[in-house]
């Protein structure tokens, strides 16, 4: 058997969920493009599109929001559990042990009703926890917002203004699905030995987790602050490629042209942004690092990636680094559900092999 390092290159599965192609830099959620339902759709209608096939009407849309936001609550039991956790446990593994334990219905095959539940309590899993920790005020639950505002209002306490919850959920459509990645095919592995939900989403998160995968706005902003300034920019970067070292928010095992997600984000995150001068760094540190990735790596076609501007639009929102993965997270479970469903849906049990590369047995006897 030949070994594909990383199964790079290796179809796995069909799915009618998204199209990734990285030579033409094209991002398609069933057949539309993703650019396009970032600018003109609501979280709730991409969602409602990946896990019921069609972009949902008016009175549907209204009916899963609503759905949506009278599942916000957490039990007492949860919210006890929370509280316990050590305040040393990083967001992203207490999302993975809460998610694990949130109590719902274990029945199997996953469901639509169980999917519903658990996505309408990840914003209300983060937003407490950070609260908890910061020792600031919890918000009441409110069930007159969507989704999108109502993450925004449970973390600041107020109503978001309507670029912040523009913004926001571009990103939040941009991120919710992107074919068969590392934690996505995580969570199939784990539904095709017919495993519950909340199984299949608690592997998800530990892959995200994984500074490789889920981590990158956050190394973004790190990057930028460490640049300061437009004068210092090109010796910085110089040094770092010099170095050896990647540029966080720069290249993509997918894409081999400019990410179809950065166009959208760039826009919202410049109009939301304004005279920032963080965001004006971020412009010039991206056209300088362009420049000098082709001079010293000619021909590698690395191009700006969704993470650069996601660190520049949830910062502009007022998101704190420790929120960028929890809430890349946020997004991303709605993905996995429906990677999870399509799974169940039309289920063969995951099992690859391996080749062997130890010692043999020194004596003669093969039984």
């Known amino acids: 058997m030949k070994v594909i390092p990383g199964l790079e ?89 809460m998610v694990s334990s949130l109590g719902i219905a274990e029945e199997t095959p996953p469901t639509p009703a169980q999917a519903v ?52 959920e571009a990103y939040l459509i941009l991120a919710v699905e992107h074919g068969m990645n590392a934690s996505t095919f995580a969570s199939r592995v784990v539904a095709s030995t017919g495993s519950d939900l909340l199984s299949c989403l608690t592997a998800a998160i530990g892959a995200l987790k994984g500074p490789l995968h889920g981590g990158a706005p956050s190394e973004v902003e790190g990057m930028l602050e460490a640049v300061e300034s437009v004068e210092k920019a090109e010796s910085w970067i110089r040094r770092r490629l010099e170095a050896g070292e990647r540029l966080m928010g720069f290249g993509h095992r997918m894409y081999k042209t400019r990410d179809p997600r950065v166009e959208a984000l760039r826009k919202v995150s ?53 929120l960028y993965t929890p809430t890349f997270t946020l997004s991303r479970t709605a993905g996995w559900c429906a990677h999870i469903l399509e799974q169940v849906a039309h289920n063969r049990i995951i099992r690859p092999q391996s080749v062997y590369t130890g010692a043999m047995p020194r004596d003669e006897d093969v039984s």
């Open 117 to 168: 539940s658990v996505l309408a309590k990840i914003p209300t899993l983060i937003a407490y926890r950070y609260h908890l920790l910061c020792g600031s005020p919890i918000p009441k639950i409110r069930r007159d917002l969507s989704h999108t505002a109502h993450y925004l209002y449970l973390l600041q306490g107020k109503e978001a203004s309507l670029a912040q919850i523009r913004a926001l």
């Open 270 to 322: 410049e109009e939301l942004s304004g005279e920032e001068p963080w965001f004006h760094l971020a412009v010039e540190v991206e056209e300088i690092a362009l420049r000098l990735l082709e001079e010293y790596k000619p021909g590698r076609r690395l191009y700006t990636n969704v993470e650069f501007y996601a660190a520049a639009v949830l910062r502009a929102v007022g998101l704190s680094k420790e």
């Open 9 to 97: 290159g290796v179809a796995v599965t069909q799915t009618e969920l998204s199209l990734v192609d990285g030579e033409k830099g094209q991002l398609i959620y069933r057949g539309y493009w993703a650019k396009k339902l970032a600018v003109s759709e609501t979280f709730e209608a991409v969602v409602y599109l990946l896990w019921y096939g069609h972009l949902p009407g008016k009175a549907e849309e209204r009916s899963f929001r609503e759905l949506l936001a009278s599942q916000r609550e957490l039990s007492i039991p949860v919210l006890e559990r929370l509280e316990r956790l050590p305040r040393e446990m990083d967001l992203m593994s207490v999302l993975r042990t």
